[in-house]
């Protein structure tokens, strides 16, 4: 056998396959537009969020009593068409047992809510559909990055059944039920945050080449990675605490704080029989819970932000700053919340604060993870 030589050509250049994601624009410049693609998604998910809160604030997530993914999309369009609408509502317990003296016109305003809310749903899977469509016909999507595009639409789809699955719960005839089942409604709200760390995680990551992001890993932080991983998985434990609250509406049953019902402990914690539904039912364990929890995930925030403020990164540093002023402004709102019987108002304010801390969270777990250049100093 011939020798060659250690440099030599194995495949002439104009016979080398180009590999996908490599095409006219170059690797840069698709993950420039799969980025903005991502945080449109992002934006989507946040707006979709919003109003899926206000849908649950003014109780509208039970007008819309069937499920039709692609006829559905149309909205009444005839005095007959919302009287359909109208008389299914009619059959369930929640009429008849909260708002048995509603008018047409009433119906029509919940409607639009829950409506709305599915709208936007819709729109966030096309956008998904469009975008991924494009970028890999196109064959701009990078390396290894098909199968992390894929995700968030499967997820998406997933979001879409388990929305259905957690009305459904509510859409009752006789057996008094007025609203959709609480854990439920937290599996609903939890996957939505999974879906936006999930877009946040990729859209960051697609913001510098991988070349970089591989130079970055070499400065990694692995305590303070480690820290903003617990704090990442703590505060979407607290969110799912906050849906079970939001569930049955236990943020109105004690408005005294730092007290409830004027002691430390809620009264009847434990009435309810087999014990373990005070979980999900009882709103003054529920509340209790959320309450215990947020003060330990401020604590959890405090230790991993006097980690992070000693980084040898100054952005990293400034990352564990804003979690920190997160927090402080997250359990501020909680409380004044609470306080004021959580009215709509202060009660979407308080989830959409939730979105900015879970965002602040995600980002200071990623600088630590791939810290940026700027100014360094010694760790303390």
Same mark, same amino acid.
Do not use: C
């Given at each position: 056998?011939?020798?060659?030589?250690?440099?030599?050509?194995?495949v002439a250049p104009s016979e080398r396959p180009v590999p996908r994601g490599a095409g006219i624009e170059g690797p840069k410049g698709a993950r420039r537009a799969i980025r903005g693609w991502l945080w449109l998604m992002f934006a989507m998910v946040v707006a979709m969020i919003a109003v899926g809160g206000l849908t649950r604030l003014t109780d509208s997530g039970l007008s819309i009593t069937e499920w039709k993914p692609l006829t559905g999309a149309l909205p009444?369009?005839?005095?007959?068409?919302?009287?359909?609408?109208?008389?299914?509502?009619?059959?369930?317990?929640?009429?008849?047992?909260?708002?048995?003296?509603?008018?047409?016109?009433?119906?029509?305003?919940?409607?639009?809510?829950?409506?709305?809310?599915?709208?936007?749903?819709?729109?966030? %899977?096309?956008?998904?559909?469009?975008?991924?469509?494009?970028?890999? !016909?196109?064959?701009?999507?990078?390396?290894?990055?098909?199968?992390?595009?894929?995700?968030?639409?499967?997820?998406?789809?997933?979001?879409?059944?388990?929305?259905?699955?957690?009305?459904?719960?509510?859409?009752?005839?006789?057996?008094?039920?007025?609203? /959709?089942?609480?854990?439920?409604?937290?599996?609903?709200?939890?996957?939505?945050?999974?879906?936006?760390? /999930?877009?946040?995680?990729?859209?960051?990551? !697609?913001?510098?080449?991988?070349?970089?992001?591989?130079?970055?890993?070499?400065?990694?932080?692995?305590?303070?990675?480690?820290?903003?991983? &617990?704090?990442?998985?703590?505060?979407?434990?607290?969110? !799912?605490?906050?849906?079970?609250? $939001?569930?049955?509406?236990?943020?109105?049953?004690?408005?005294?704080?730092?007290?409830? &019902?004027?002691?430390?402990?809620?009264?009847?914690?434990?009435?309810?029989?087999?014990?373990?539904?005070?979980?999900?039912?009882?709103? %003054?364990?529920?509340?209790?819970?959320?309450?215990?929890?947020?003060?330990?995930?401020?604590?959890?925030?405090?230790?991993?932000?006097?980690?992070?403020?000693?980084?040898?990164?100054?952005?990293?540093?400034?990352?564990?700053?804003?979690?920190?002023?997160?927090?402080?402004?997250?359990?501020?709102?909680?409380?004044?919340?609470?306080?004021?019987?959580?009215? /709509?108002?202060? &009660?979407?304010?308080?989830? /959409?604060? $939730?979105?900015? !801390?879970?965002?602040?969270?995600?980002?200071?777990?990623?600088?630590?993870?791939?810290?940026?250049?700027?100014?360094?100093?010694?760790? $303390?």
């Amino acid at each position: 056998m011939a020798k060659r030589a250690i440099f030599e050509d194995t495949v002439a250049p104009s016979e080398r396959p180009v590999p996908r994601g490599a095409g006219i624009e170059g690797p840069k410049g698709a993950r420039r537009a799969i980025r903005g693609w991502l945080w449109l998604m992002f934006a989507m998910v946040v707006a979709m969020i919003a109003v899926g809160g206000l849908t649950r604030l003014t109780d509208s997530g039970l007008s819309i009593t069937e499920w039709k993914p692609l006829t559905g999309a149309l909205p009444p369009m005839t005095q007959a068409d919302w009287q359909a609408e109208f008389d299914l509502y009619q059959r369930i317990d929640q009429f008849h047992l909260l708002n048995a003296d509603m008018t047409l016109d009433q119906f029509k305003a919940i409607y639009w809510w829950e409506w709305s809310h599915r709208q936007l749903g819709r729109a966030i %899977g096309l956008v998904w559909f469009l975008g991924f469509a494009w970028f890999w !016909l196109r064959r701009q999507i990078p390396a290894g990055w098909t199968g992390r595009l894929v995700l968030p639409g499967v997820l998406g789809g997933l979001q879409g059944a388990i929305g259905w699955w957690m009305v459904s719960s509510g859409i009752t005839q006789g057996e008094g039920t007025v609203s /959709v089942a609480s854990y439920r409604l937290a599996t609903h709200l939890g996957l939505a945050f999974i879906i936006l760390g /999930v877009l946040a995680w990729y859209a960051l990551l !697609l913001g510098r080449s991988e070349a970089d992001l591989l130079k970055a890993r070499r400065g990694r932080e692995a305590r303070l990675f480690s820290l903003a991983t &617990g704090l990442m998985h703590f505060a979407f434990l607290q969110i !799912l605490l906050g849906a079970l609250v $939001a569930g049955i509406d236990a943020g109105r049953g004690y408005t005294d704080w730092p007290w409830m &019902g004027g002691g430390v402990l809620p009264p009847a914690m434990w009435d309810l029989t087999p014990v373990w539904r005070n979980l999900f039912e009882n709103d %003054g364990t529920v509340q209790f819970i959320h309450r215990v929890s947020g003060y330990l995930l401020f604590v959890f925030g405090v230790i991993a932000w006097n980690r992070g403020r000693r980084s040898a990164f100054a952005p990293t540093r400034a990352a564990f700053h804003m979690v920190l002023a997160g927090l402080l402004v997250q359990i501020t709102l909680g409380i004044v919340t609470v306080m004021h019987g959580a009215p /709509v108002s202060l &009660g979407i304010t308080h989830q /959409v604060m $939730a979105v900015i !801390l879970w965002v602040l969270i995600l980002r200071a777990r990623y600088l630590a993870q791939y810290p940026l250049g700027g100014t360094i100093r010694g760790k $303390a």
